[in-house]
Structure formats: C-alpha cells, structure tokens
C-alpha cells in the first residue's frame, strides 16, 4: 500500500480530535484530580481517559485500527495483519501533567506499512498545533491562529501555518534536548561526549514530545533518549521531526524507528537536525 494514500484528507480529522481531547484534558488538569498506578507503576488520570475515548471515537470513523496507550493489550497476531493503523498518545507526558508543570501532549499518528506517515502533535497548555504528513511537510500554529472552516479547506490551515523549521538563529549555541523525568546516566554520559565537541553547548529539559518539536522548529539540534519508551511516545513526533528534515533514528544501528512490532518498545533512538 503506497505511503502516500491520501494521508493529508486525515488532517482535519485528527487536529479536531486533538485540540477536543486537548480541552478535555485541561478540564481535568485546572481541578483537583486523582492519580491511579498501572500495572507497570505510570501515573494515570481521569484526563488520560478521557482523551482516549474522544481521540478513538473520532478515529472510528476512518475504518482504520487504533492501537493507544490506554487501550494497548491488541496481540501482534492480529495488529500484524493491519497495513495501517493509527498510534496515539492520549496524554504523554501523564508525570508532567501530575507536577502541573504544562508539558504534556495530545499526540496522534498514521503509521503506514511500519512507518509514521501522518502526525499531530498538541499542547493544550500553550495552545500550540504541529502537524506533518508525507509529502506535505512540517508545520506549527498557534490555536488561537487556526482559520473556521479549516475541516473543509486543509490549505487555509496550512497559509495560516509556520513551515519548519523555524528561520535558524545564528548565535544559538549548539542544544542538546533531554528528559524532564526520565533522565539516565547514560543521557548524562552523551552530554558530556557532546560538549567534547561542542564547548558551548547547552542542555535543556522537557517532557512529553516537546523534545521533537524543538528540533523540528530548529530551536535545538540534538535528542538522544537513551532510556525506554514505547511507539505512541514517538510516532507522532517522529514523522514531525522528519517532515522537517531532520532525522530519528536507532541510537546503535541508525536506521530509521519502525512500528507496529511485535514488541511495542522502542530501541534508544536519537533525533537531530541533519
């Protein structure tokens, strides 16, 4: 199945779904809320939820299967079977949202034949919209800057956009982005072999799938995640970052992240402007 089936027409679909599950999740992040524990110890709220139902009830609609973090015991003998499917992240970033420190996200993506070929990503904090597809490539707008109508005219979304990466600021200094809350020695440890090569370089932290919106918009030039993530943590903000000419890929082997594995976790991987 080519990569390049109309991936676009799903654009309005899933930034509505987004910015919905977005307000959902803020209604939940302004009250005082209850944290429950998963089997595997992660945080899990009320706005988690609620995300996932709105998000899978939107995406019912394209007749493709969804495969979520809040809806994740799908056995690989049948998603081996789906060609596409879409990969969501109804909150990334729960341990954000617990500290109500603004940095989680609503991230949703169209993964073809084991490869993201669609995404959005969405800060309900800030408001800020990025979205990529295929041949299309990378964009990020301001909520508040989103035309009425825009399910009916994808390229009045896309004018009122910023194409990334952002104009690049000369004097920046080389930037090495990082984990907020899973922070490891072994992330210390490529910092430090970083700034062997480059003396000024800083570091900077954040949560959820802002890291691969820094490099996408060309505000920071390396990620590397040397710790475990699972698919939905990365789908979305892998086809942004890539859309926007940089490149994701395994730590070791360097080849691009794939999806839809038999295991769901994800090998080290490193996201840097090329």
Wanted: aromatic share 8%; glycine share 6%.
């Amino acid at each position: 199945m080519s990569t390049t089936h109309n991936t676009a027409d799903f654009l309005p679909t899933i930034v509505t779904a987004a910015l919905k599950a977005g307000d959902a999740a803020l209604v939940v992040y302004n009250e005082d809320f209850t944290v429950e524990e998963k089997s595997d110890h992660s945080p899990l709220t009320l706005a988690d939820k609620r995300s996932h139902e709105i998000i899978a009830s939107a995406l019912k609609q394209t007749g493709i299967p969804l495969l979520s973090e809040e809806g994740r015991g799908i056995d690989y003998d049948e998603r081996c079977l789906w060609p596409r499917l879409w990969i969501v992240d109804p909150l990334d970033g729960t341990k954000e949202f617990v500290k109500k420190n603004g940095e989680f996200t609503v991230n949703i993506a169209l993964v073809e034949n084991h490869r993201p070929v669609l995404g959005v990503i969405y800060v309900p904090v800030t408001g800020m919209l990025y979205f990529a597809a295929d041949l299309l490539g990378a964009f990020s707008i301001p909520r508040a800057d989103i035309p009425a109508g825009y399910e009916r005219n994808l390229q009045a979304l896309m004018s009122g956009a910023q194409k990334l990466p952002l104009e690049k600021n000369l004097k920046r200094p080389y930037t090495i982005m990082g984990s907020r809350s899973h922070a490891t020695t072994e992330q210390d440890e490529f910092v430090e072999e970083i700034k062997t090569r480059h003396p000024n370089a800083v570091f900077i932290s954040a949560g959820s799938s802002l890291k691969f919106c820094r490099i996408a918009e060309g505000l920071a030039d390396i990620y590397p995640r040397v710790g475990p993530t699972m698919e939905w943590d990365t789908a979305a903000g892998q086809v942004i970052a890539e859309q926007s000419g940089a490149a994701v890929h395994d730590y070791f082997s360097r080849t691009p992240l794939t999806y839809n594995k038999p295991d769901l976790k994800n090998p080290w991987f490193i996201v840097e402007r090329i």
